[in-house]
């Protein structure tokens, strides 16, 4: 850890499922000897039980507030003597962008246009945007999107992080802003807000209720294990070329269905019990809006260039992934009991993923 050994950093959305995961990451590296600020808004699936093992840590600081709020941010970064922001704050369940399209919007492409405004003119900040694969878009198994594949996103929640993309290329551009952008494929592992597809699957086994798929659910997703991605960020803040961007992943597509497979056979072989009544619990129900086919990146560019490769095996993190939440049905609980009320109206497989 060269770069990062004294870094000031100012993490977005770090009460989120991936934020949270990078900044317990981050702080297991005892020699780690920067701070942390943690600014979040606590939206409905953000939790400060995500990071209650490092709160009392004396290099981690966490703060209530919206990315929007460009005084609150300017202070932060002034008062903290912020030298890099890592962004992942959004709005980020595409079901939740097909009902209502604006907050995502105002979250995803003003909040990061906020950031970047006031970060423009100190010139010392390096800016690390968190982004997806689905700003490229449907593809085939056969073609992985590439850095220089086209934008061609499909559903509003790709649209936003596809603008706040441009917007931090356009400042790199324009006002020399130091940024690098990575493009994750879907993340799993503990903590993930029950609405998204491997924790609603494991909220329905654990319930025996129905596992609603969408459509056939032979749309494919590429899998990367949460702490793995943590690490790809910490080796870009490393590693990374300003105005760079970088695809991540395991190289570990599945089909919605074969994964729902997976999850059934790792979940009843925990538990002792025969699989073939979970199965059971599989129900096809109408497909989403727009739903693309296929996601699937090539992760060779930041192999090669960030120092970093995936360590976590597809079905090692899936094991981990189901025995948490099989000890953690309480917090499950909790973050579904402070969340708003539609997360449970708005889980159907294939959700965000
Ligand atoms: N989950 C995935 O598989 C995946 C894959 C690729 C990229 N991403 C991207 O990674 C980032 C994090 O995703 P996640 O799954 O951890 O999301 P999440 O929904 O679990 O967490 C988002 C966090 O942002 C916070 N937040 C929302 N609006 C805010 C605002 N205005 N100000 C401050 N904080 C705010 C929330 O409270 C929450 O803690 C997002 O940018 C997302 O687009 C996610």
Same mark, same amino acid.
């Given at each position: 850890m060269r770069k990062l050994r004294r870094a000031r950093l100012l993490v977005t !959305? !770090?009460?989120g499922f991936m934020g949270s995961s990078f900044i317990r990451t981050l702080l297991s590296q *005892? *020699? @780690? *000897?920067g701070q942390i600020v943690n600014l979040d +808004? +606590?939206?409905?699936? !953000? =939790?400060l039980l995500n990071l209650e093992n490092i709160s !009392?840590? =004396? %290099?981690y600081n966490f703060v209530l507030g919206d990315i929007s709020d460009t005084k609150l941010v300017d202070e932060l970064i002034s008062d903290y003597h912020i030298d890099t922001v890592v962004h992942f704050a959004a709005e980020s369940h595409v079901d939740r962008s097909i009902e209502s399209a604006g907050p995502f919007f105002k979250t995803n492409v003003l909040g990061t246009l906020n950031l970047l405004e006031v970060i /423009?003119? %100190? #010139?010392h900040i390096h800016f690390h945007h968190i982004s997806t694969d689905?700003?490229?878009g449907d593809t085939s198994i056969e073609e992985p999107f590439t850095e220089n594949s086209q934008y061609r996103p499909n559903s509003p929640y790709a649209a936003s992080k596809a603008a706040s993309d441009h917007i931090v290329r356009s400042f790199c551009q324009t006002y020399h802003v130091s940024a690098c952008i990575t493009h994750s494929v879907n993340n799993y592992g $503990? @903590? #993930? @807000? $029950? *609405? /998204?597809l491997i924790p609603v699957v494991l909220e329905k086994l654990m319930n025996k209720k129905p596992i609603p798929i969408y459509g056939s659910g032979l749309q494919i997703r590429d899998w990367l294990y949460v702490e793995d991605h943590s690490r790809a960020i910490i080796a870009a803040l490393e590693h990374s070329r300003p105005g760079f961007t970088y695809n991540l992943s395991a190289k570990n597509p599945k089909t919605n269905l074969d994964l729902v497979h997976n999850l059934i056979d790792v979940f009843a072989k925990l538990k002792g019990e025969d699989q073939a009544s979970y199965k059971t619990l599989i129900s096809h129900v109408q497909d989403r809006l727009g739903h693309d086919m296929c996601y699937v990146v090539n992760p060779e560019f930041s192999y090669t260039s960030l120092n970093w490769k995936p360590r976590v095996d597809f079905d090692e993190g899936l094991k981990q992934t189901v025995s948490w939440y099989l000890q953690n049905s309480s917090w499950i609980q909790s973050v579904l009991d402070r969340g708003n009320q539609s997360a449970t109206s708005l889980e159907c497989v294939g959700a965000k993923q």
């Open positions: !959305g !770090g009460a *005892e *020699e @780690f *000897e +808004l +606590l939206t409905y699936c !953000g =939790s !009392g840590d =004396s %290099r /423009k003119n %100190r #010139q689905e700003v490229y $503990p @903590f #993930q @807000f $029950p *609405e /998204k």
